[in-house]
């Protein structure tokens, strides 16, 4: 543990998603942002793996983010005041999106870090949706300004083309690449010039981009005192407001959505850096600004012309430290120290040492032992958090990720994070019996870490499930690291299952004797297909009792194993009608064994003499893509054997395309998907229906 940490309150609690395309500088910047805040002696790198951020093994050894980071700093704006800032440090990569949902449900502002190389890219469009979704506050931040190519004037010309949104530039670079050495901020009139030890000072805007910034200036602050009735009256009176004016209005914009500023920096020099968290102090929303909103249980609420909800009912929690305490646990991290650590927002009252929590959901009831804030795998003691704080304790029994604890158990729960199903699967083989023993219950912790995976240990293959294979291949490294099972992977089987196309009538005869009782049990059957779906339908049409009753449910029995056991083709059996017509049975040499092995020798009988068909399983394909790619996703899908079922145009340019794709065209899809869009797509994929395979029949394994 380090030095502790007290709370300030929420009117001084800054809760901070960094959000943005992979590789466009969001862990280095926070680097950065810590450094000159004091935290941290020194800046550490992606490169080198020394990052507060990034310290698991598994983006140490990438180089890239594959969790949340969280680290608190503490700082002190030109205002006067002295905020606590929580960084929520997100993955850019697609395969890790439960991260970014995780941040943006507790985060009070997102900085969209944009790269001033790279501008605006797969990873900032969707971002920026999701940021539409949750209804947060955004400020971007053109980042690695220090970098060769980079341009700041290009990248803003790319977000005003590329994204929807009233953008605000409050800074202009001084130099670009390798001779950035300053901003001029667009409000006060003034340059801020940086030495090589990230000193700054002011002095007058030089006279190379003079006349740029005053345009710029005049167009901002008409922007900003148009949505002020007060301002705007004023400026159209000749009397501008001043900068400290300008900002407060600016801060409600930003809060309401009505203005997105851009700002620029380089988390490498240092130029920026103060200044952008001067701003996310200044101009940021928070806790007190924003209440946090969960969901009521289902049919409460106002409901539709019907009485039913027509979605889940909602309502509104404020930031206040003498309200009743409610937290919400939204990340679940396995400690090899401390075991699971549970990191959680104050969304009302306050927390101490020695409280006890009770889940809103089950009414468990836990003792908070120890809190800590986070500053990466650092642990900053804290005595007590407050409406609006981040914070950490550990071995909570009843905190799963997702859940609310409160002082008393509430009808209230945290709301659904976005759906995001499972685009990508591979099969676990254990590698020893131990590891087998332990696999199912390390995967169940590695899910409370992760609620992105799905698991599936209803087959005869352990499936794993997620985003993508970089999120899958991170999955088994910490199954061993964390839980010490080990695995190998293997490609997950296609479903496959047999049925046939016409009816026969067929004897399944068992008829054996060694001394003593004997085996004995005939049965006549018409077997004959169902319609695809229906599964299995078992009838006696037997008169006079030539099949004993009491042996009718052994027949059934005995055929749903030959179903089961495989057709000629090694495959399930499905859609079968099983018809007893007659049979013979022996008042001593009968019994339930005798009449199930005859079921089953019947059914495989008809199988054989009727001659069955392979069945593939199709899902049901619902691509998003730019229009610009339509064309080639729909090319794509149709080489995969898909059947284009339908196309929309959505209302933010994207087109989705729906589809019938066999399942065996789909196990990499994920993967040619980003290639073929540039990752400016995603699909989700249902289990539809069976079809009859065409071609050649894959050996059953």
């Given at each position: 543990m ?25 862990t ?13 002696p020194?800046?550490?790198?992606v ?11 598994e983006?140490?050894a990438?180089?890239?983010s ?11 704006a030109?205002?006067?005041g ?12 697609p395969?890790?999106?439960?991260s ?6 507790v985060a009070d502002l ?13 990873g900032t469009?969707?971002?920026w ?7 947060i506050p ?17 990248v ?6 590329a994204?929807?949104?009233p953008f ?12 950035l050495?300053?901003v001029?901020?667009v409000?006060?009139?003034r340059a ?9 000072h002011?002095?007058?805007v030089p ?7 005053h345009?710029?200036h005049?167009?901002v ?7 002020d ?8 009176a000749g009397?501008?407001p001043g900068?400290?004016d300008l900002e407060?209005?600016?801060a409600?914009?930003v ?6 500023p851009?700002?620029?920096?380089s988390?490498?020099t240092?130029?920026g850096?103060?200044r ?10 928070s ?6 909103v ?25 930031a ?7 937290v919400h646990?939204?990340r679940?991290v396995v ?7 549970s ?21 468990a ?12 795998r650092?642990?900053?003691?804290v005595d007590?958090?407050?409406a609006?704080d ?32 499972p ?5 676990l ?7 087998d ?5 390390a995967l ?7 609620p992105?995976?799905?698991?599936d240990?209803t ?11 970089t ?5 088994v ?6 839980f010490?099972?080990?695995?190998t992977?293997?490609?997950?089987q ?10 026969v ?6 008829k054996?004797?060694?001394?003593g009782?004997g ?24 008169v ?6 009491q ?8 055929a749903r ?6 057709g ?5 059996v499905?859609d ?6 007659d ?29 069955t ?17 339509q064309?080639?996703?729909?090319g ?12 929309d145009s959505l209302?933010?340019?994207?087109v989705?395309?729906?589809?019938l794709v ?7 899809y ?15 994929a249902t289990p539809?229906?069976?079809?009859v395979?065409?071609?050649?029949v894959p050996?059953?394994?």
């Amino acid at each position: 543990m380090a030095t502790t940490s007290t709370s300030t309150g929420p009117a001084t609690t800054r809760n901070v998603a960094l959000v943005g395309h992979s590789g466009s500088g969001k862990t280095t910047l926070a680097e950065a942002f810590l450094h000159r805040a004091g935290a941290i002696p020194r800046a550490g790198s992606v490169a080198e793996g020394t990052t507060v951020c990034d310290h698991e093994p598994e983006e140490v050894a990438r180089g890239i983010s594959v969790s949340l980071g969280v680290a608190h700093l503490d700082w002190r704006a030109p205002d006067g005041g002295t905020y606590q800032v929580t960084l929520l440090d997100t993955p850019g990569s697609p395969d890790f999106a439960g991260s970014v949902d995780a941040a943006l449900a507790v985060a009070d502002l997102a900085v969209v870090v944009v790269s001033a190389v790279d501008g605006v890219q797969s990873g900032t469009e969707e971002v920026w949706r999701r940021c539409d979704e949750a209804g947060i506050p955004r400020l971007v931040v053109v980042s690695q300004e220090d970098r060769a190519r980079a341009s700041f004037r290009t990248v803003l010309a790319a977000l005003r083309g590329a994204l929807d949104a009233p953008f605000v530039p409050l800074e202009l670079p001084l130099g670009e690449e390798q001779s950035l050495h300053g901003v001029a901020d667009v409000l006060t009139e003034r340059a801020r010039e940086y030495d090589g030890d990230g000193r700054t000072h002011e002095e007058d805007v030089p006279a190379d981009v003079r006349d740029e910034e005053h345009a710029l200036h005049d167009e901002v602050v008409e922007e900003i005192v148009t949505h002020d009735d007060d301002q705007l009256e004023a400026y159209l009176a000749g009397d501008e407001p001043g900068a400290a004016d300008l900002e407060r209005t600016l801060a409600h914009e930003v809060l309401t959505g009505e203005a997105v500023p851009v700002l620029l920096a380089s988390a490498v020099t240092g130029v920026g850096v103060d200044r952008v968290l001067d701003l996310v102090c200044e101009l940021g929303p928070s806790p007190a600004d924003r209440a946090a909103v969960v969901a009521l249980p289902d049919g409460a609420g106002s409901g539709g012309a019907d009485g039913v909800p027509s979605e889940r009912a909602t309502t509104e929690v404020a930031a206040d430290p003498a309200g009743d305490a409610l937290v919400h646990v939204f990340r679940t991290v396995v400690d090899p120290f401390v075991g699971q650590v549970s990191v959680f927002k104050v969304l009302s009252g306050s927390v101490a040492t020695g409280d006890r929590l009770v889940s809103t959901a089950t009414g468990a009831e836990d003792r908070v032992h120890g809190l800590f804030r986070l500053r990466g795998r650092e642990h900053v003691a804290v005595d007590r958090v407050v409406a609006g704080d981040v914070a950490a304790v550990a071995k909570l029994s009843a905190a799963s990720t997702g859940t609310l604890l409160g002082a008393r158990r509430a009808p209230v729960s945290a709301r659904d994070l976005p759906e995001r199903p499972p685009v990508y699967a591979v099969a676990l083989r254990p590698v020893s019996q131990s590891d087998d023993d332990k696999l199912s219950s390390a995967l169940t912790r590695l899910r409370a870490e992760d609620p992105t995976l799905h698991v599936d240990l209803t087959g005869s293959q352990a499936v794993l499930g997620g985003l993508g294979d970089t999120h899958l291949a991170v999955a088994v490294e910490r199954l061993e690291r964390s839980f010490g099972v080990r695995v190998t992977t293997e490609p997950v089987q296609v479903a496959y299952r047999e049925t046939i196309t016409r009816a026969v009538e067929v004897e399944g005869k068992v008829k054996k004797q060694s001394g003593g009782h004997g085996q004995f049990a005939v049965v006549q059957l018409r077997v004959s297909p169902l319609p695809r779906g229906e599964g299995f339908e078992f009838v006696s049409s037997v008169v006079g009792g030539s099949v004993p009753r009491q042996y009718l449910p052994a027949v059934e029995r005995g055929a749903r194993e030959a179903m089961d056991g495989g057709g000629p083709h090694g495959y399930p059996v499905v859609d079968l009608r099983v018809e007893v017509l007659d049979g013979k049975a022996h008042s001593v040499d009968s019994s339930d064994m005798a009449f199930r092995t005859a079921g089953g020798v019947g059914v495989r009988e008809a199988l054989a003499a009727a001659g069955t068909v392979v069945l593939e399983p199709v899902s049901a394909v619902s691509v998003t893509v730019p229009s610009d790619a339509q064309g080639d996703v729909m090319g794509d899908l149709s080489a995969r054997r898909g059947h284009i079922t339908a196309t929309d145009s959505l209302p933010d340019g994207r087109v989705r395309v729906d589809a019938l794709v066999p399942e065996a065209e789909l196990t990499r899809y994920v993967l040619d998907l980003r290639s073929v869009t540039g990752g400016r797509g995603s699909f989700t994929a249902t289990p539809d229906r069976y079809e009859v395979l065409s071609g050649g029949v894959p050996a059953a394994r």
